[in-house]
């Protein structure tokens, strides 16, 4: 049976953590980036790729991805403190997380890239459409001559 396009579809829900705190089942959604949450990721993205302070672009890349995706109440002013000392669940959700933003930012380089060979095809047909102009009108001028 034929693989369909339509199936490498991102689902809704990327992955349902379960823990649990105190004798107390929780559990935390992760979804997927899609439509306009997906769109704001990517430029992002794209405002991270202009800030200096690399660390500062991953924690609000990160943070952005936790708000936007992730059912969680973010009650920590930075993020990087937690991985001192993760719990399993914490392990998991950083592994999701790292993999949207290789995802978003694989998108955006290809999106990039797809730019940067559009504007080569159009270079490329310009000159080639002006050497032909170029080469039409010495046809003329030689047959004028003949």
Known sequence: MNSKLSELKLPK???VLEYEVDGEQKQIIVYNALGKKRENLISIISTGNKITDKA??????YKSILKELVEVDIDVKKTAG???AP?????QLNHE???IMC????EYIYAQMRMLNQ???STLTAL?????DDMTKEVERLNADI
């Open 56 to 61: 500062q672009a991953s924690e609000m890349l």
């Open 82 to 84: 937690l991985l001192k």
């Open 87 to 91: 719990s399993l669940t914490l392990l």
């Open 97 to 99: 997380l790292d993999e």
């Open 13 to 15: 829900i990327r992955c």
């Open 128 to 132: 080639s459409l002006k050497k032909m």
């Open 103 to 106: 995802e978003l930012q694989c």
């Open 119 to 121: 504007a080569k095809i």
